[in-house]
C-alpha cells in the first residue's frame, strides 16, 4: 500500500543534541512538507520541497534544515539551535504540490527534548 | 494576514447525535480541507472541496464561498468518530501551495 512513514513514533534526545526525523513515501508525490504541532495551536509550516534537490522555508523554520535528495525522501533535523523542540512533527505529501491537490499525512513522530 | 478559524474548540456529543462543527476563512481560497486527527496523532484527510458538497458514508462537508465558511456534519455520531477535526486551506497567492490550518475541533462522542 501506498503511503507516508515516519519514525520513530516517539523520540527522546538531550538537550542540545540534533536529531533527524525520517519521511519516506512511496506515492510518487513531488512535493513534501514538514509541520509541527504544539497544543492548542494549528499545524505550522517548517519546510517544504516541490522538486528533489530543492527546498523552501516555511513560517517557522528556524532552528531546522531538511534535505531533498530523493523524491521519496525529506528528512529534517532538529538543531540545537531549535529553543523549543518539544512538539510533534508531521510530514506530508502531495502529487505536485498544486492547488487542488490532496494531502497526504503521516502518523507522526512526537520529540520530547529533555 | 490570512485566518482560519474553527468553532467550536470541544464538542461533546451523546452517540447517535448529528454533529456540525464550522470553519471560517478570511479571504478567498483555492481550496479547503477537513482532516481527522485520532489520538495517536496520525491524521487522515476526509475532504478536499472548492465549492458545493461533498459526502461519505455518514460525514458531509459543505462550503459557501461567497461567505467563506465550511461546515463539516457528521449524522448519527459514533464513539468511534471521537477526534479532532482540522479546517485547512489553500490560499491562491501563496507559494508552494501550501496549507493554512485552524486550531482544531476536539470531538468526543459519549455511548
Known amino acids: 500500500d501506498g503511503g507516508i512513514t515516519q519514525s520513530p513514533k516517539y523520540l527522546f534526545r538531550k538537550e542540545g543534541q540534533n536529531v533527524t526525523l525520517s519521511c519516506e513515501q512511496n506515492?510518487?508525490?513531488?512535493?513534501m512538507y514538514w509541520y509541527r504541532q504544539d497544543p492548542g495551536q494549528g499545524l505550522r509550516l517548517i519546510y517544504y520541497?516541490?522538486?528533489?534537490?530543492?527546498?523552501q522555508k516555511g513560517d517557522i523554520a528556524e532552528g531546522y534544515s531538511v534535505s531533498r535528495e530523493k523524491k521519496e525522501s525529506f528528512p529534517l533535523t532538529v538543531t540545537s539551535a531549535q529553543k523549543n523542540p518539544t512538539a510533534f512533527y508531521l510530514c506530508?505529501?502531495?502529487?505536485?504540490?498544486?492547488?487542488?491537490?490532496?494531502?497526504?499525512f503521516g502518523q507522526g513522530t512526537r520529540l520530547t527534548v529533555v | 494576514k490570512n485566518e482560519v478559524e474553527q468553532s467550536p474548540q470541544n464538542l461533546t456529543a451523546q452517540e447517535g447525535e448529528f454533529i456540525t462543527i464550522n470553519c471560517s476563512y478570511s479571504?478567498?481560497?483555492?481550496?479547503l480541507h477537513w482532516l481527522q486527527q485520532h489520538p495517536g496523532g496520525g491524521i487522515v484527510s476526509l475532504f478536499m472541496?472548492?465549492?458545493g458538497k461533498k459526502k461519505h458514508g455518514r460525514l458531509i462537508a459543505t462550503i459557501n464561498i461567497q461567505e467563506k465558511h465550511s461546515s463539516l456534519h457528521i449524522t448519527a455520531s459514533h464513539p468511534r468518530d471521537s477526534a479532532v477535526y482540522i479546517c485547512?486551506?489553500?490560499?491562491?497567492?501563496?507559494?508552494?501551495?501550501?496549507?493554512?490550518f485552524g486550531e482544531g475541533t476536539q470531538l468526543t462522542v459519549n455511548p
Open positions: 506530508a505529501s502531495s502529487i505536485r504540490g498544486g492547488y487542488a491537490d490532496e494531502a497526504f
Open positions: 506515492l510518487n508525490h513531488d512535493a
Open positions: 520541497s516541490q522538486i528533489v534537490n530543492d527546498f
Open positions: 479571504v478567498g481560497i483555492s481550496a
Open positions: 472541496l472548492s465549492s
Open positions: 485547512a486551506v489553500r490560499w491562491p497567492e501563496t507559494s508552494g501551495s501550501r496549507l493554512t
